[in-house]
C-alpha cells in the first residue's frame, strides 16, 4: 500500500512540474498565438504524457472522478494543440492544472504518510524479445546510456540514444515474426512509389516502424502518438533543424522523453508474452 501511494504520489509529481515546464516554456515567446510546431509538439507531449503515464498511475490511489476536471484541462490542450490556439489560452490551462494537481497531490499524501522510493531505471529483460544474448547485452547498454546522458545533462544525446534504441526494439519485435506477411501487408508500411511494393526493412525509418507497431496493436494509439514527438525531438540532431524550428531542448524535455520511452519499450516487450 506504501509503495501504491508514493507511486501516485510521485506520478502527480511529474505532472505538476512538466505543467510548470510548459508555463515557463510558453511564456519565453511573447507572440499572441502559438503556432511553432516545436512549441505545439511541446505542448501535446505534456498532454499525452498524462494520460500514457501519469494518470494510470494516479488511478491507483483516484478515482475518475477525482481526475476528471484534470482529464478535462488535458484534453482541451491536446484540442488546441491541433490548431492555432492562443498563448494566453494555454497559459491560464497551465495554472489551473499546476491547482489542481498541487491538490490531488496533497490528497494522495494526506491518505497515509509518504516514504522515499522512486521508479526504477534498471534495464528490462530484453530475453523475450531476441533472443541473441550479445544483441540483448548491447540494448541493455543502450537503455544505460540513455540515463547516463539524462543524469549528465545531455537532453539532445539523451534523447537521440532514446529514438535509437526505440527503433532498435521495434526492428527486434519485426524480426521475431517468422511469418511477416502481417507486416508486409500493413497499410501503415512504407511502400516504393514506383513499384508499390513495401519497402525492405533496412529503408524503414522510426516513424514506419511507429505506424505499423500501432496498426498491428504492439503499442496503444496514446503510445504511439506519444512516440511521433519523441521521433520529431530525436530528428534535432541535425543542427540547422533545431535552428529552424527554435526549438532548444532541456533537462526536463530529456526526462519527459525517458518516461514516455520507458512507457513504449514495456508495451513493446508485452506484446511478445
Known amino acids: 500500500m506504501f509503495g501504491t501511494m508514493n507511486e501516485a504520489a510521485a506520478a502527480l509529481d511529474s505532472a505538476i512540474e512538466e505543467a510548470e515546464r510548459l508555463r515557463r516554456f510558453l511564456n519565453k515567446d511573447k507572440s499572441r498565438q502559438v503556432r511553432a510546431k516545436g512549441e505545439r509538439d511541446q505542448i501535446k507531449a505534456t498532454a499525452l504524457a498524462w494520460f500514457n503515464n501519469h494518470k494510470p498511475v494516479a488511478n491507483q490511489r483516484l478515482s475518475d472522478a477525482d481526475l476528471s476536471e484534470v482529464d478535462t484541462a488535458y484534453s482541451e490542450i491536446l484540442s488546441w494543440s491541433a490548431r492555432n490556439s492562443t498563448r494566453s489560452l494555454y497559459l491560464s490551462a497551465a495554472k ?8 490531488l497531490r496533497s490528497e494522495v499524501v494526506a ?14 529483460p530484453f530475453a523475450s524479445l531476441i533472443a541473441d544474448a550479445q544483441m540483448q547485452q548491447i540494448l541493455a547498454r543502450r537503455w544505460e546510456e540513455c540515463v547516463v546522458c539524462i543524469k549528465a545533462n545531455a537532453p539532445l544525446a539523451a534523447t537521440v540514444m532514446m529514438g535509437g534504441l526505440l527503433e532498435a526494439l521495434l526492428l527486434a519485435r519485426v524480426n521475431r515474426e517468422v511469418d511477416k506477411s502481417a507486416i ?3 497499410k501503415a508500411a512504407p511502400k516504393d512509389r514506383k513499384s508499390g511494393k513495401t519497402l525492405q526493412l533496412k529503408d524503414w525509418t522510426l516513424a514506419d516502424y511507429i505506424d505499423v507497431a500501432h496498426e498491428l496493436r504492439w503499442i496503444s494509439m496514446a503510445a504511439r502518438d506519444v512516440s511521433v514527438v519523441l521521433r520529431d525531438y530525436r530528428n534535432y540532431v541535425h543542427p540547422y533543424k533545431e ?5 532548444t531542448l532541456s533537462a526536463g524535455d530529456a526526462s519527459l522523453f525517458w518516461e514516455i520511452n520507458k512507457s513504449l519499450s514495456r508495451q513493446v516487450l508485452d506484446s511478445v508474452r
Request: net charge positive; no cysteine.
Open 96 to 103: 489551473t492544472l499546476v491547482k489542481l494537481l498541487v491538490n
Open 243 to 247: 535552428l529552424s524550428h527554435r526549438v
Open 184 to 186: 508486409i501487408k500493413a
Open 111 to 124: 491518505q497515509r504518510p509518504k516514504r522515499g522510493g522512486t521508479t526504477s531505471d534498471s534495464s528490462p
